[in-house]
């Protein structure tokens, strides 16, 4: 139902742009977020967008990330700069209709998609 795709391998300081495509509707009334796993790693969480537009990010990223959606296209987009060695992970969307003060929280997220890899080298 999700595809995330845009992973590569980039080196430090690049850009890269994530792509989270849906079925039609899909995204409708959700909260749409990114995750990523790194190797030996839990999943984290990265950034949301609600479907009223509230977004979060994680504290390592902001800045650097920015998470965007485009609600014709039923496609939500994570623009990553400046990319670190330990941007290196499989980033992973889903989406949750759970409150806004749980949106970090894996647990409460559905639907993922199959991952993309993204590799930042030095």
């Known amino acids: 139902q999700l595809q995330a795709s845009g992973g590569g391998l980039v080196q430090a300081g690049d850009s890269l742009t994530l792509s989270c495509a849906a079925s039609s509707g899909l995204f409708r009334g959700y909260t749409v977020g990114w995750f990523r796993q790194a190797p030996g790693n839990r999943r984290e969480f990265v950034a949301c967008?609600?479907?009223?537009?509230?977004?979060k990010y994680l504290d390592s990223v902001k800045g650097r990330f920015t998470i965007s959606r485009d609600n014709a296209k039923n496609t939500v987009y994570l623009q990553m700069n400046s990319l670190k060695l330990e941007d290196t992970a499989v980033y992973y969307c889903?989406?949750?209709?759970?409150?806004?003060?749980?949106?970090?929280?894996?647990?409460?997220?559905?639907?993922w998609g199959q991952g993309t890899l993204v590799t930042v080298s030095s």
């Open positions: 967008f609600s479907w009223d537009g509230k977004t």
């Open positions: 889903a989406i949750t209709r759970v409150v806004w003060g749980r949106v970090t929280e894996e647990s409460f997220y559905t639907s």
